[in-house]
């Protein structure tokens, strides 16, 4: 079957100064929070469209408008799905005929561009080949999910199923084939911009810019080891951590470790036994062609989605 990969805006938070008022005619009011509102999802013309409203929240206060969604799940009740330019376009365009305020305009603050992987590997397999990821920590782990960031990005890998399973609309759920999203994982970004650029620009030259990003990131800076014996005996758990610590050194470690044979007080013919039992395990890694954290994932040519 042939891979398949997509790219998405999962989510985005906008925000525009000077506004005096919205209209209120498709919100319903925040239970607790004054001047709160999410979309009334039982409203007509929401229906009329075809939208979902669950997952956008709406916020006026002393002039400042705030709005943050996720475009697929507006659009489509799921994130199982592309998000061209034109889908953006569409979902704002909607949004500012909802409030009566041009959105366009807006500044973004936040967002998250994703890209939907095919793979021969798990979540929490994937994760074990991760050795660290340049300017970023460890910030959350469990075995579907992992995220690492900084104080302006953050990235994250997780298992599509799990996520689409809890947050999918119910009446997209009945005819919704979950086979489909098997052996699928998602690599994301969130990205801070503290209202640099408005929403306009941001779609029209943003968007794709930062899909190039993520793939350039994951291409490059997503440090990974694989180890193809994936055995728990001693020997392999320290073939693991000598290949990690080439990672982290950038030393021959190799050499180092023949070095090391040679050095003992082994007699030449357990010398050999040694170091072709060495080199067996450095070729089965230098032959696997995993040797970035992309070669474990769906082709990333994405240029003429746009």
Known sequence: MEKRRFVQLDFIKIRKHGVKAISDYCLVPHPRIKNRYKLDTNHTLLKQYGLFGEYIDIYLCNGVLTVSLSVPFF?????????????????????????????FDARVCDYEVAILHDSDFSVKELQSFIVGVDDMDLLKKDKRFIMYGNKKQQFKLYEVRHNLEKKMHPTVRKNFDFEDTFDCVKTEMKVSKPEKMNLEKFIKEEYEYSLHNLKIFIQYQIHVCFNTSKGEKFDDILFQTLLWAGKYTYKPVQEMALDIIDRSSLSPVQKSRRRKALRKKFDAVRQSGKHCFSDFLTDLNFGLLF
């Open 75 to 103: 659009l489509n009740g799921h994130n199982f799905v592309e998000t061209s330019k034109s889908d953006i376009e569409d979902a704002f365009n909607k949004l500012s005929e909802f409030l009566r305020v041009n959105l």
